[in-house]
């Protein structure tokens, strides 16, 4: 069966820090895609960015990152220079044949200034 | 463009009521998905939709729950006999394609509250 993991249920840090946040996935398909989702409080989820299983390079979107590693399924978030207005909660999520996504449980992230 | 939409935002029910939950998905999507988030977890997929056929209802939770997309367009999703266990966020997306790498855009969810 699929599985996503984020062992971080919620992460605290002052504005301008930098955060990272984890995610670790099961899967036995060779195929796969892995996306990050931001829920603000607002409640929409809001795509950040997806991932194929075959391109393992690092990308990089302004303050954000993402490092995907098969060798030990993770496939993690890191904000540099975090603001207020990236409090949310973020989710890691994997997309079985038919994109149908299973969703890990979230990390909520809290920015203070 | 107008980003998936859903009615109606908040529902309120009695136990053992019926309700119906609407989406409209981004125009041209051929893909539509429901989702149901309860407090403090990740979304939870319940059936998808390839045009007006559910091509994948393996989440309904039972049969009290059923979606329709008639028209290969606006889905609604139908809840008979609510229980107060049916209290979640529904969340509908739609994809362009029901390819693996389509990616999904969510709406912004129908709370319902079952008292």
Same mark, same amino acid.
Not at chain 2, 28 to 55: D, K, M, V
């Given at each position: 069966? @699929?599985?996503?993991?984020?062992? @971080?249920?919620?992460? $605290?840090? !002052?504005?301008?820090?930098?955060?990272?946040?984890?995610?670790?996935?099961?899967?036995?398909?060779?195929?796969?895609?892995?996306?990050?989702?931001? @829920? /603000? /409080? $607002?409640?929409?989820?809001?795509?950040?960015?997806?991932?194929?299983?075959?391109?393992?390079?690092?990308?990089?979107?302004?303050?954000?990152?993402?490092?995907? @590693?098969?060798?030990? $399924?993770?496939?993690?978030?890191?904000?540099?220079?975090?603001?207020? !207005?990236? $409090?949310?909660?973020?989710?890691?999520?994997?997309?079985?044949?038919?994109?149908?996504? !299973?969703?890990?449980?979230?990390?909520?992230?809290? !920015?203070?200034? | 463009?107008?980003?998936? #939409?859903? +009615?109606? #935002? =908040?529902?309120? +029910?009695?136990?053992?009521?019926?309700?119906?939950?609407?989406?409209?998905? %981004?125009?041209?999507? +051929?893909?539509?998905?429901?989702?149901? *988030?309860?407090? &403090?977890?990740?979304?939870?997929?319940? %059936?998808?939709? *390839?045009?007006?056929?559910?091509?994948?209802?393996?989440?309904?939770? =039972?049969?009290?729950?059923?979606?329709?997309?008639?028209? &290969?367009?606006?889905?609604?999703?139908? %809840? *008979?006999?609510?229980?107060?266990?049916? #209290?979640?966020?529904?969340?509908?997306?739609? #994809?362009?394609?029901?390819?693996?790498?389509?990616?999904?855009?969510?709406?912004?969810? +129908?709370?319902?509250?079952?008292?």
């Amino acid at each position: 069966a @699929q599985k996503v993991t984020q062992a @971080q249920t919620e992460i $605290s840090v !002052v504005e301008k820090e930098d955060v990272t946040l984890d995610c670790v996935y099961e899967t036995r398909d060779t195929t796969y895609y892995l996306f990050w989702y931001k @829920q /603000p /409080p $607002s409640g929409e989820l809001v795509f950040l960015i997806r991932r194929n299983s075959f391109d393992e390079q690092n990308e990089i979107s302004g303050r954000y990152s993402w490092n995907f @590693q098969k060798s030990t $399924s993770s496939f993690n978030f890191t904000i540099t220079a975090s603001q207020v !207005v990236d $409090s949310a909660v973020y989710f890691c999520a994997l997309s079985e044949y038919g994109n149908k996504l !299973v969703f890990g449980a979230g990390t909520i992230l809290r !920015v203070k200034s | 463009g107008a980003g998936v #939409s859903q +009615t109606p #935002s =908040n529902k309120v +029910t009695e136990k053992g009521k019926y309700v119906e939950l609407r989406c409209d998905p %981004i125009s041209g999507h +051929t893909a539509l998905y429901w989702y149901r *988030q309860s407090l &403090g977890q990740g979304p939870e997929f319940l %059936i998808y939709f *390839q045009g007006t056929g559910a091509a994948d209802d393996s989440g309904l939770p =039972n049969d009290r729950f059923f979606a329709v997309r008639p028209e &290969g367009s606006v889905s609604t999703l139908k %809840i *008979q006999r609510t229980e107060r266990g049916d #209290s979640a966020v529904y969340l509908c997306a739609s #994809s362009v394609g029901m390819a693996t790498d389509d990616t999904q855009y969510f709406g912004p969810g +129908t709370r319902l509250t079952v008292l």
